[in-house]
């Protein structure tokens, strides 16, 4: 059994419950003004209160790493300054080497290629309805296709009309 959802557009815009405001210009009065201060207020506060967030968040990062890695580390463990350092240094080498490889494999070839035209009769095929209507989905403004349960499509609508049942 295929289910058919329908939708409808809801014309009485009394059912809506929109706000007084929306859609009604002697609501919104000098909209240039109300950005200005709106971006103002913005540089204002990144101007006051980004450089003292920054300023604590680098103490306190700068206090845990100091603590994991100077502090509780030992010179031979495998969390060592060097040993981190060492692996950060290898990871970025092998990126390097990779994108060069890229490079060279890739620079000055374009392989994209425009995909190639479906015909009318494969495309009917593959949605399994004759090329007539095919041809009537491809010149419809409107369409709907409707599939059941297996993912056949059973019918479709174009123009807000039910053009032809399919069968499977």
Request: charge should be positive.
């Amino acid at each position: 059994m295929t289910k058919v959802y329908k939708y409808y557009l809801i014309e009485d815009e009394s059912k809506l419950e929109l706000p007084a405001y929306i859609d009604q210009p002697e609501y919104v009065r000098n909209k240039s003004a109300g950005y200005s201060l709106q971006i103002v207020g913005w540089f204002m506060f990144m101007w006051l209160f980004m450089p003292v967030l920054t300023l604590f968040l680098w103490w306190f990062e700068g206090q845990t790493i100091y603590q994991q890695l100077v502090i509780q580390a030992q010179p031979n463990s495998p969390l060592s300054l060097i040993n981190i350092v060492v692996m950060i240094l290898s990871f970025i080498g092998l990126l390097l080497l990779w994108a060069t490889y890229n490079w060279a494999r890739f620079s000055g070839k374009d392989r994209r290629k425009t995909p190639v035209a479906v015909a009318v009769p494969q495309l009917a095929s593959s949605f399994k309805v004759n090329t007539a209507d095919i041809i009537n989905m491809q010149q419809a403004r409107n369409l709907t296709l409707y599939y059941n349960n297996k993912g056949f499509l059973e019918f479709f609508e174009t123009n807000h009309q039910l053009k032809k049942r399919i069968s499977a």
